[in-house]
């Protein structure tokens, strides 16, 4: 299960990958008053990933299509269909976005030793990908989703570092990013040490290949809507993306007639390939993943179909109505209502041996289950607490939860995890 910080909440792209993040990490920093909060950080190593052929391929195809931290870090042609970059400048960084007191940065990769990252180690860029934490130790955040590349295997992550040295540098000063003090201790809050290894999947079974390519493209980060009122659950579209300009409301993902359960493996593929004839919202970056091969995609396809179908119609180019799954206004917004779910009468035992903090396996996520009279709650993330309603199959829904929710016991019967299946099982282990 993918929990986004509501730093990214409203940010743009499926898996903008590299995304803004490194922000203002580029020239002198303007003063900020109060000073920079202390950030959790592990120190720097002197690192080197050995330059071989393989990672630079490998690399490539991570950054410029499976990820696609091209989209972020560079000029965008807006005029062209899904604003690929612009020729000449990838990588070389842009503004985002401006305003009183606010600009956000996304800065240059080349090795430009000046103007890029040419100066920075192999170390500073490997722990602003997947720890959160710059070249000059500002905490990042944003658009930048370390939390999602953070799933990244070690191997995978030098190679992305290699390709990003085989660029060739391109001289492109950028002013520093200016966020606010609360902005600035937000991400100084979320940044995280990896003190582990990070082990390669088995991405010769396209199950698991795509489970990865969803986490490291943070796709559920996206096609969630983690700021609606109620969440109609994971992959099930509705979150409201701004960018440059654009805005737009993500596709259910799920396998839901309302989604994509009438589409085919080929329709899937064709649609990340030609954005829809090129009518798709660039925000989707489409231009990126249109680089990845059929397999992969394929793979992702697949994968997706595990979700739990969310009865939930989005649309960006009809008219917007209120919504009553998502409790927002969003095209065909009227064809949605308030799933009703099936309440089974079990014999739940003492509800008392539920409550408790379920953690994700190596992850901070957690769900904390309590207790009110006679029925059970969920809290995600210290989210509001939502009832659980049996339902068959030994699942509990409840409106507002990300997927549903399952408990494992012991051979005594004490509840001891519970599982989620946002792409099938996922183990939640009790920590208190």
Known sequence: MTRAPSSCLATAGLGLA?????TGCVGEMEPTVPPLPTVRARPLTDIAFARTPERI??????????????????????????????????????????AEGYRLVAPNLTPDPETGAGAWSDDMLARAIREGVGHDGRALGGPMWWWSFRQLSDEDLASIVVYLRSLPPVRHALPPRILSAAQEAERARQAEPLLEPVPARNLADPIERGRYLIEVADCMGCHTAWEGSP???????????????????SANLTPDPAALGGWTEAIFVGAMRQGRGGALDPIMPWAAYRGMTDEDLGAIYQTLRLAP???????NSAPPTPCAVCGQEHGLGEKNVPPVFARVEVDLGPLTSYTGRFQLEGKTFWIEISVDESALFASEEGGPPIELVPVAGGRFEGRGLTSPIAFERDETGAVTALLTFELGPDRWERVR
């Open 309 to 315: 179908p969310v009865r939930h119609w989005v649309n």
């Open 57 to 98: 391929e490998r690399g490539r195809y991570l950054a410029d299509a499976a990820i696609g931290c091209v989209l972020c870090h560079s000029e965008r042609d807006e005029r062209r269909p899904g604003a690929p970059p612009v020729a000449g400048r990838e990588y070389a960084g842009v503004v985002l976005e401006e």
């Open 18 to 22: 590299l995304a803004a993040g490194l």
């Open 231 to 249: 969440n109609p659950g994971g992959f099930a579209g509705g979150n409201r993306i701004s960018r440059g300009g654009h805005q737009s409301f």
